[in-house]
């Protein structure tokens, strides 16, 4: 079973800077190690309906939500299993609870995971609140 663990969530000043890690762990399948895994990031403001910020491929080809463009960058260490989101120029409007997802590529691709909001596993999220 794919476990995710996200962590490094904080309180920050709006112009501030954080980066979230997740680690995953139990991916056994040797068919679909953890470098070919679809990745992504996001996140649900309270009465807010969760909306994804980033996501990345296999290939390490990033989509990102318009707006987070420019002051967030999604990496992954596959060597280490972590998922990262460095996020800069934080505003008062990207508090919210941030989730990793994660899943082997749909049809080959992961873009319609990132589509379609169709990802299996699922961390149990590292609060950001960021302070004007």
């Known amino acids: 079973q794919v476990r995710l663990a996200e962590s490094g969530g904080d309180s920050v000043q709006a112009g501030g800077s954080l980066r979230l890690s997740c680690a995953t762990s139990?991916?056994?399948?040797?068919?679909?190690?953890?470098?070919?895994?679809?990745m992504a990031w996001y996140r649900q403001a309270p009465g807010k309906e969760r909306e994804g910020v980033a996501a990345?491929?296999?290939?390490?080809?990033?989509i990102y939500a318009d707006s987070v463009k420019g002051r967030f960058t999604i990496s992954k260490d596959n060597a280490q299993k972590i998922l990262y989101l460095k996020m800069n120029s934080l505003r008062p409007e990207d508090t919210a609870m941030y989730y990793c997802a994660a899943d082997k590529p749909q049809d080959g691709v992961c873009y319609t995971r990132w589509r379609d909001s169709g990802y299996n596993y699922w961390g149990q999220g590292t609060q950001v609140t960021v302070s004007s």
């Open positions: 990345i491929d296999r290939g390490g080809s990033t």
């Open positions: 139990g991916v056994t399948d040797i068919r679909y190690t953890y470098d070919r895994y679809c």
